[in-house]
């Protein structure tokens, strides 16, 4: 199984990234996904998740501010991010929810303040 994160970047505080992931060789449409980070010198964090019936829910932390979707059709999982915060910088990693296989390279977002 392939995870493929992109879209990351380096942007200011209070604006938005869409981050795209899109995975390859595995189940997608019946797999629950997740969206997590690892900031730098700290374990990674699950940051939102969505359910094969597109039931999501998201970490307090980035409630409000980030929406999770899924294109099936393209075995494709979303984050949109929006109001960034510097704390919001870390990679960004896409993976199955609950039982997550090997990690793919992510994608670096940073938040400058």
């Known amino acids: 199984v392939q995870l493929q994160a992109s879209g990351g970047g380096l942007v200011q505080a209070g604006e938005s990234l869409r981050l795209s992931c899109v995975v390859s060789?595995?189940?997608?449409?019946?797999?629950?996904m997740g969206w997590y980070r690892q900031a730098p010198g700290k374990q990674r964090e699950w940051v939102a998740f969505?359910?094969?019936?597109?039931?999501?829910d998201y970490r307090d932390f980035v409630k409000g501010r980030f929406t999770i979707s899924r294109d099936n059709a393209k075995n494709t999982v979303y984050l949109q991010m929006n109001s960034l915060k510097p704390e919001d910088t870390a990679v960004y990693y896409c993976?199955?929810?609950?039982?997550?296989?090997?990690w793919g390279q992510g994608t670096l977002v940073t938040v400058s303040s």
């Open positions: 060789g595995g189940s997608f449409s019946t797999a629950a």
């Open positions: 969505i359910t094969s019936s597109r039931t999501s």
């Open positions: 993976n199955y929810f609950q039982t997550p296989l090997s």
